[in-house]
């Protein structure tokens, strides 16, 4: 099987940095995924770590540590459009290719 | 199509119907997911088509759901007797060669 745990809000100022980390447990493991979802929206990707370290792709970046089966999501220069709903997920042996998401983090940018 | 595409994009119906929802996903896609979304919830998984391999519907919550996908491309989400329970939005996602799925705009069903 497989858990994911996510904290549920975060509140950051316009501008700043934030961090939100993502926890798992799975039957094997082949990657952590990062999804993006606004209001009414669907759910857009973001970005992939299969190994551990750190992947930029612009203000995003993303973070894998397997050793200690977390991850992060870094999001830097927060704009107010920056406020939606992140999820992470992880595909893993159970479902051999399966993808399940986290219950997700609501970022809220404030000015 | 450019995108994957759902529809309907609203399906309201009465408790004890059965509703059909459809899933386009982007040309040559080999895998295809059914999610379920209540609001303010997190993603269920339903099912994964991949290719010609049997499909793992080890997401779905009960014999009134079912889905199938035709020639490898459409798939149908059948949800039989339909239940207040199962108002919320299911969408569908297709995944190329990488990681990256690409999702549908969903439908939004309503049992009234």
């Known amino acids: 099987g497989q858990s994911l745990e996510q904290p549920s809000e975060v509140t950051a100022v316009e501008g700043a940095i934030v961090q939100i980390n993502c926890t798992y447990q799975?039957?094997?493991?082949?990657?952590l995924s990062w999804y993006q979802q606004h209001d009414g929206g669907a759910p857009t990707f973001l970005s992939y770590n299969a190994l551990d370290g750190l992947e930029e792709t612009g203000r995003f970046s993303s973070f894998l540590s397997r050793s200690d089966s977390y991850g992060y999501l870094l999001l830097q220069e927060l704009q107010m459009k920056d406020s939606a709903s992140y999820f992470c997920?992880?595909?893993?042996?159970?479902?051999?290719?399966?993808?399940?998401f986290g219950t997700g983090t609501r970022l809220t940018v404030i000015p | 199509g450019a995108g994957v595409s759902q529809s309907p994009s609203n399906k309201v119906t009465e408790k004890g119907k059965d509703v059909e929802l459809r899933c386009d996903p982007i040309s040559g896609h080999t895998a295809l997911y059914w999610y379920r979304q209540s609001l303010g919830q997190g993603l269920e998984f339903l099912i994964y088509f991949q290719g010609n391999s049997a499909p793992d519907k080890s997401g779905l919550p009960s014999d009134r759901f079912s889905a199938e996908r035709t020639g490898g491309s459409v798939s149908t989400l059948t949800i039989q007797r339909t239940q207040q329970e199962d108002s919320a939005v299911y969408l569908c996602?297709?995944?190329?060669?990488?990681?990256?799925?690409?999702f549908g705009s969903g439908t939004q069903l309503s049992v009234l």
């Open positions: 799975t039957s094997g493991f082949y990657g």
């Open positions: 997920a992880v595909r893993d042996q159970t479902g051999a290719n399966n993808l399940f």
């Open positions: 996602a297709s995944r190329g060669v990488n990681e990256k799925l690409f």
